[in-house]
Structures are given as structure tokens and as C-alpha cells.
């Protein structure tokens, strides 16, 4: 592994430091060290050899003495020739010449010039006497002893004399040399302090840079730790790290790329974390409202039936459905129902108390879990019934949506709970259930979960299983009810299903038709309708009693809307060979609005081939001349609730006028359905309405017994 460049640098550079600084001051101590001990030896040495030159001299002067007073005894004693006394006495002159230059070096030396300046003077002076004293002494020992004798007396008191100024001078050189030996001492002592004042100073710098390089450090690594323990923490898509954002800019080496690798783990984590948050947004919440989806109503259903087992209180379910939603949607378009979706969320938010779930479960189903604090089922039932008469009432009111007014109420079911013993599943069913019971007694109500209402679903769902065999098990059949004319000849047929139940028998299509709706059976079921009423057609067009019929076949408006239909139904007749003049398809409002533009499409698509359309169930939707004159439509079917109430409903009366009146602006045929009495036919003939289908005329039968009436009615 290799070093960072900071911290290496970091920890080297306070080594570096000490050993250019121990280096200086070494080098520096050393050097004066050394300057100063040449400079004492160099006095020292000087010294000694003036030390060395007065011993010299005290052994030279004390020999001479010794010969002179041998030499002075000799000639007193005449033991000694006069030559020999003369050869004695030049050798004294020399060597005392001898000994005076050593006196005068002496004398110049610089210890000798800076002790006592008297000494040395006096040592001269007396030195110069006693040399001219011997040698006047040996001069005249040979010829007058006693005078020479006399000399050397007054010698002997100068020899004294400078030997006390030799003892003198060698006592003040001690001293002096003493006193260089203390002050290089002392020199040496003060270097060795000032080495150590300098080394302590050194090493206080060095340990100051230290501690603050630690101390930077150490921040940086209790800065890292706090950014790591945040992060091993962190749930939120916040973090900040301005620690590690500040570390980042300011340092470019090993810390500066820790506080990158960190804050770019941090990014990642945030990205990871929103991602989370979305995947668990778009598992749990509703696209279009924001709201909990069915899942976390779920989940939150669960949380609550265990809260009130644990507590002993009661949770409701409310289910609302919004009532006709489906024609909004089908009438204004998709956008404008998802806008209206959105306003109703928010009107509903806005009724809830703080605790309470709200969810989208559906199209326009929503659901509402509430806690309520009642112990006693009665009571509980009681305060949930208010609540949901509530926000019924804050639902039912007018939206604005695309500059449109709409009016909407909701149907609400409820289902009690106070613990787990239902199941969640169970528990929703129930609310539903309650929800249609609501809608059965009129809408914009509130109603309770009532298990017959149960029994009716399990029935409903046992016959959706049955239903989807029964296009195999070939128990489909198609009944014929005639159509008449103002003289009450057939003009043509209407194909209506039937099923052939193997238990329950022939099953209603009210029964069957929305399920097959719901389960999109309906689009297999309409495809054999088509074919099966092509086949006849195709059988009728030899047969001149029957070639000119027309045959008129019901289209559901999840058939119509199928990609295909155009294509479907041109192939039957196709394959068939059924004349296209020949097939009417009866739509209804609802198949048509949802997309005016693709139905016009369609419907001028099977127009052109010969196909006519009829709109049946007229005037129970939105009837108006602004599309029906739009629409290449050839016939419009005059609803039966009207045709029912025609005679004794005034307003009836008037809505059937409307329609003829309608048809005839517009040129379209008008038929009325649901005809039963003599009285409802001359009504209708009176308003203008020459076309009839009804009881009164035929009812739906099979085909055998339908040819056989017709073959009577011709
Ligand atoms: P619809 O298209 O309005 O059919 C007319 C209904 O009125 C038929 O009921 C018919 O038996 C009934 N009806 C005819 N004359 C009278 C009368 O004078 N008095 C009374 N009270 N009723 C009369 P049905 O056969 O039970 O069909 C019910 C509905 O089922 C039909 O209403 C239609 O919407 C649907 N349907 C029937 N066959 C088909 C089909 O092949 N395809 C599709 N998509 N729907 C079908
Ligand atoms: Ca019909
Ligand atoms: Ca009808």
C-alpha cells in the first residue's frame, strides 16, 4: 500500500524540522565551542612557554650563581690559575648575555606585560645589577679577591632581589593562568547553556508544530467519523455533510479525496434513497390523487383491526363510490374526469379528521378508514353513520371542471370492525357490498353491510365463472322480436341473447350482459351475436317473404370500442354473404360519446359498405342535437320508460314529442320500443312515431316461432 502524500508529509515534516534545527545549533555551538578553545589554547600555550622561559631562567641564574660562587671560592683559595679564572669569567659574560636575552623575552611576553608591570621592571633592574656586579666580581677575583668578594656580596643581595621577583612573577603567573583556566570555564559553561536554552527552544517549536499538525488531524478524523456516522444513519434525501464539503475544497490531498469518496458515497445513497421512496410512492400511492392505493389501505386495515383488538374500540370502513361518474367520463373525456377525481380527493381530504385514512380503490371508489372510540357496536354504528351522511353531503355538491358544471353525489357503504377475526379481504368485500346496497337504494345514501346483499354478489360471481363456459358449451341462443309498421306489417327484427343455463334455465340478459361486460366476455359474446344473425341473414335473402327484413343486433360500447369492430363485423359479413343493407347495429349513447370522433370513424367506415345504425335507449343519457346531428346515424330508438309512461306522464309525452321532433329535424327514422297497449301505439302514432317493437305486437321468441308469427302476420 502506498503512503498518502499528506499525512507522510505531515509526519515528516516535524522530523525534518528538529534535524535542521539540531543541526544549526549544533553546527553553531560547535563552532563557537571550537573558536573558543583554540583562542585559550592558543594563551595557554603562550603562557606555559612564559612559565616554561622563568624556569628556564630561575635553573640557568641558579646554575650561574652556583659556578660564580665556586669560581669566587677558587680564586680565594688560588686554586685556580688566572687563565683558567679569565676563561671562567668570559663564559659568565657570555652566558649572563645569554640569560638577559632570555630576562628581555621574558620581560616582552604578553602574560608578563599584563601581570605587574613594577615586577618585571624591578626584575630587570636587578637582573642588570647583578650581572654587572659578577661580572665586575670574576673580573677582578684573579687580582683582588677581597674587592671581588665584595662584589659578590653586593651581587648575592641583587641575586636575592630579582629571585623574589622571579617567586613574584611565577606566583602572579599562577594566578593568571588560574584565573584563564575559570574564564574558559565559564565560557564553556555559557556555551553549554545557551546550547540547551537553544535545544529547548528548538524542541518547544518542533512540539508546538506537532501538536498542531495532531491537532489538524485528529479534527480532520473526528470530522470524517461524524460524516460516516451520519451517513450509517441516514434515512432522508437531505443530507447535508458541510464538513466534508469544506474538507473537499480546502484539501487536495489523501483527506481531500476521503471527503470526495464520501460525499460521493452520500450522492449515491440520496439517489438510492429517493428511488426507494419513489418505488415506495408508486407501490402505495395513487398516481392521479397522491392518495394511499388499495395496498397501504390494506396494510393500514391490518395495523387497525390488531390497534382495536389491543384497545377494545371499533375501526369503520367507508367505500364511496361516486355516483354516474362513468357518464362524465365517457361525455367530457378522461382528462376532464381525472381533474374531477383530483377536485373530489381534495374535497374529501378536507372533511377528515386528523388520524383518518383516506384511499383511491377504484375508478372512482375511494375509501375511508376511521377510528372510532365507542366500546359498544350500537353506538360505533351510530358514529360512523354520521360521519358518512357527512361527508356525503360534502361530496354532493357542484365541480367546476373545464369550464363545465357538474353536479355529483356519492353512494357509501361501511363495514364495522373490531378485530382481526374478518380479514382484510373480507373486510373490503363487505364495504363494497354495503356500497352497492347504497347505490340500489337510490345513491347518494349511506347504507350498512347486510349479508343477503352478500349472497347476491357470491351469486353474481359464481355466474361470471359459468358464464365464461358458456360460449363452449355452445348455451347461447338469440331470440327474435319483430318490428312493425304503421299498418303493422314486419319491417324487421331485434336479436336479443339469451343463455341456456343447464340449472338455472334461460338466464336474462340483464343478468348476464354486465358481467360479461366487466370480464370483457362481452367482446367473443357480441362477435357471435354478429355472426350468428349474419348466418340468418344470409339464410333469409333466398326466402322472399323474409329477403326483405332487416335484423338489428345490440352492441355493447366495450364491443364498439374494440380496435377491430369494423373489420370484425365486415368479415362475418364476408364470410357469410349476408347483405350489409340487410344488418342494423343498435349503439348506445354511451358507446358512442366516450369518443365521438373514433365513433364517427367507425360508423361511417360500416355505413359506406351498406350497414345502418340505430340509437337505441334514446333519451335516457344526454340526448342532444348538437352530436345526434353529428352522428350518420338511420334510426333513433325511442327508450321504453318513456313509451311506459307515455299516456299517463305528461312530462313523457313531451320528452317522446322532443325525440320525434328530433328525428324529423334531422331526417332519421324513429322507432318506439316497449310498445304494450293499443293506447301507447296511437299515442305514439298521433305524435308521429310509425315504427313499433313491443309486446302489444310480438315478444322476443326463438326463431322457429318467430318465422311461424311472421309467416301468419303476412
Ligand atoms: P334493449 O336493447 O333495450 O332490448 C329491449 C329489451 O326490452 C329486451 O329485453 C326486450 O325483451 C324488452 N322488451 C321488448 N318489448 C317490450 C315490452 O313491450 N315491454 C317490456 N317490459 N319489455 C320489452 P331483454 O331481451 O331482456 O334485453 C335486455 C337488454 O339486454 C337489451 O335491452 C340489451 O341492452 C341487452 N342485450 C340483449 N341482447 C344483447 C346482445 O346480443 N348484445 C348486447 N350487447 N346486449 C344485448
Ligand atoms: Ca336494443
Ligand atoms: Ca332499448
Known amino acids: 500500500m502506498r503512503a498518502g502524500k499528506t499525512v507522510l508529509l505531515m509526519f515528516l515534516l516535524p522530523a525534518f524540522v528538529v534535524l535542521v534545527l539540531s543541526f544549526g545549533i549544533g553546527l553553531v555551538s560547535l563552532n563557537s565551542l571550537k573558536s573558543q578553545y583554540l583562542q585559550s589554547s592558543d594563551v ?47 663564559r659568565l659574560v657570555n652566558e649572563l648575555a645569554a640569560i638577559e636575552q632570555q630576562v628581555q623575552t621574558l620581560a616582552e611576553s604578553n602574560l608578563l606585560r599584563e601581570v605587574n ?3 618585571v621592571q624591578g626584575l630587570r633592574e636587578s637582573f642588570t645589577q647583578y650581572r654587572n656586579l659578577v661580572i665586575m666580581a670574576t673580573e677582578i677575583a684573579a687580582i683582588d679577591p677581597d674587592t671581588a668578594d665584595q662584589y659578590f656580596s653586593q651581587a648575592q643581595t641583587s641575586f636575592n632581589e630579582f629571585s623574589i621577583f622571579t617567586g613574584r612573577i611565577a606566583m602572579l603567573l599562577t594566578d593568571r593562568t588560574m584565573l584563564r583556566e575559570r574564564e574558559s570555564r565559564n565560557r564553556h559553561e555559557k556555551a553549554f547553556v545557551q546550547i540547551f536554552i537553544f535545544s529547548l527552544i528548538g524542541a518547544a517549536v518542533v512540539l508546538l508544530a506537532v501538536f498542531a499538525i495532531a491537532v489538524r488531524i485528529s479534527g480532520h478524523v473526528r470530522d470524517i467519523a461524524d460524516a460516516l456516522s451520519k451517513l450509517s444513519y441516514n434515512t432522508s434525501t437531505e443530507l447535508r455533510l458541510p464538513a466534508m464539503e469544506r474538507l473537499q475544497l ?40 397522491g392518495l394511499p392505493n388499495r395496498r397501504l389501505l390494506q396494510e393500514q386495515l391490518q395495523y387497525a383491526a390488531g ?12 367505500w364511496l363510490d361516486l355516483d354516474r361518474f362513468k357518464l362524465i367520463n365517457d361525455m367530457r373525456g378522461h382528462t376532464a374526469g381525472d381533474a374531477l377525481l383530483v377536485e373530489v380527493a381534495d374535497n374529501l381530504r378536507s372533511m377528515l379528521r386528523e388520524g383518518d385514512l383516506l384511499a383511491r380503490v377504484g375508478g372512482d371508489e375511494f375509501a375511508i378508514l376511521l377510528e372510532l372510540p365507542q366500546g359498544l357496536k350500537a353506538e360505533a354504528a351510530k358514529e360512523a353513520e354520521r360521519i358518512a351522511v357527512g361527508i356525503c353531503g360534502g361530496v354532493s355538491r357542484e365541480y367546476q371542471i373545464e369550464g363545465h358544471c357538474h353536479y355529483l353525489t356519492a353512494s357509501i357503504g361501511i363495514a364495522l370492525f373490531a378485530d382481526k377475526t374478518m380479514g382484510v379481504d373480507a373486510l373490503l368485500s363487505q364495504a363494497e357490498v354495503a356500497k352497492y346496497q347504497a347505490k340500489d337504494a337510490g345513491r347518494n345514501t349511506v347504507s350498512f353491510y347486510d349479508p343477503k346483499i352478500q349472497a347476491e354478489i357470491n351469486r353474481r360471481a359464481e355466474l361470471e365463472g359459468e358464464l365464461r363456459n358458456a360460449l363452449e358449451r355452445d348455451e347461447l341462443r338469440l331470440f327474435y322480436q319483430l318490428q312493425f309498421d304503421q299498418q303493422a306489417q314486419p319491417i324487421g327484427a331485434e336479436a336479443l341473447l339469451r343463455w341456456q343455463h343447464s340449472e338455472r334455465g334461460l338466464v336474462s340478459p340483464a343478468d348476464f350482459i354486465p358481467l360479461a361486460e366487466e370480464s370483457g366476455l362481452i367482446v367473443p359474446m357480441g362477435e357471435w351475436v354478429i355472426q350468428t344473425a349474419c348466418q340468418l341473414l344470409a339464410e333469409w335473402q333466398s326466402q322472399p317473404l323474409l329477403q326483405d327484413l332487416q335484423l338489428a343486433v345490440n352492441v355493447s360500447a366495450r364491443q364498439f370500442r374494440q380496435q377491430d369492430f369494423v373489420e370484425m363485423v365486415l368479415i362475418q359479413l364476408a364470410q357469410t354473404g349476408a347483405r350489409p343493407e340487410r344488418l ?34 334514446f333519451g335516457t343519457g344526454y340526448s ?13 330508438k325511442i327508450d321504453q320508460s318513456f313509451v311506459r309512461d307515455i299516456v299517463a306522464d305528461p312530462d313523457d309525452a313531451v320528452i317522446i314529442r322532443t325525440i320525434i321532433a328530433m328525428g324529423q ?12 297497449t293499443q293506447e301507447q301505439r296511437e299515442q305514439l302514432a298521433s305524435y308521429g312515431c310509425h315504427r313499433y317493437q313491443g309486446y302489444l305486437f310480438a315478444r322476443p321468441l326463438p326463431l322457429a316461432e318467430c318465422l311461424a308469427l311472421l309467416k301468419h302476420k303476412r
Do not use: C, W
Not at 600555550?45 to 677558587?74: C, G, N, P
Not at 452520500?266 to 390523487?289: C, G, P, S
Open 665 to 676: 329535424a334531422l331526417s332519421i327514422e324513429v322507432i318506439a320500443e316497449g310498445v304494450e
Open 117 to 119: 608591570h613594577n615586577s
Open 250 to 289: 480546502s484539501s487536495r490531498g489523501e483527506f481531500g479525496r476521503i471527503a470526495n469518496v464520501i460525499l460521493g458515497f452520500r450522492d449515491d445513497m440520496v439517489r438510492r434513497i429517493k428511488a426507494e421512496e419513489e418505488n415506495h410512492r408508486l407501490i402505495f400511492y395513487d398516481a392521479l390523487t
Open 44 to 90: 595557554q600555550a603562550a603562557d606555559l612557554r612564559t612559565l616554561h622561559q622563568e624556569s628556564t631562567f630561575k635553573r640557568d641564574i641558579s646554575e650561574l650563581h652556583s659556578r660564580v660562587i665556586e669560581v669566587l671560592d677558587a680564586a680565594r683559595q688560588r686554586n685556580m690559575s688566572d687563565v683558567q679564572l679569565y676563561r671562567h669569567h668570559s
Open 307 to 318: 390497534a382495536s383488538a389491543r384497545v377494545s374500540n371499533y375501526h369503520a370502513l367507508l
Open 584 to 617: 342494423k347495429l343498435e349503439l348506445t349513447e354511451s358507446a358512442v360519446l366516450e369518443d365521438i370522433e373514433q365513433a364517427i370513424q367507425k360508423m361511417q367506415a360500416l355505413r359506406s359498405r351498406g350497414v345502418s345504425f340505430s340509437m337505441d335507449d
Open 624 to 636: 342532444s342535437l348538437q352530436y345526434l346531428k353529428r352522428l350518420p346515424l338511420d334510426q333513433i
